[in-house]
Nanobody, 123 residues
Framework: QVQLVESGGGLVQAGGSLRLSCAAS????????MGWYRQAPGKQRELVAT???????NYADSVKGRFTISGDNAKNTGYLQMNSLKPEDTAVYYC?????????????????WGQGTQVTVSS
């Protein structure tokens, strides 16, 4: 079964940094695309950054220049490096991945969500 497991959230002071990881488990053939989203209390989930295999990253205006999305296909893991954090970055962060995996001698393509990780930035 293909799953995404997130890690790296926590409490940090404004101006600090955190790196989130999103590891795909299972018989992964390829990580086709990955996105990071966040949801603050009382707000809708919003897109933070996306990256497709072989493509350029895209960022929400609110995080441009501060966040960097990357992926390591050898490890089936994606990352979100967050620098210069602000209190308004406080949210639960979710990763989303478009994956190709093998099962029962067939290749399948699915989209999975991680369980979410809390990021809290204090002022």
């Amino acid at each position: 079964q293909v799953q995404l497991v997130e890690s790296g959230g926590g409490l940090v002071q404004a101006g600090g940094s955190l790196r989130l990881s999103c590891a795909a488990s299972g018989s992964i053939f390829s990580l086709n695309a990955m996105g990071w989203y966040r949801q603050a209390p009382g707000k809708q989930r919003e897109l933070v950054a996306t990256l497709t295999s072989g493509g350029a990253p895209n960022y929400a205006d609110s995080v441009k220049g501060r966040f960097t999305i990357s992926g390591d296909n050898a490890k089936n893991t994606g990352y979100l490096q967050m620098n210069s954090l602000k209190p308004e970055d406080t949210a639960v962060y979710y990763c989303n991945a478009d994956l190709t995996y093998d099962r029962n001698n067939f290749r399948h393509r699915v989209v999975r969500w991680g369980q979410g990780t809390q990021v809290t930035v204090s002022s």
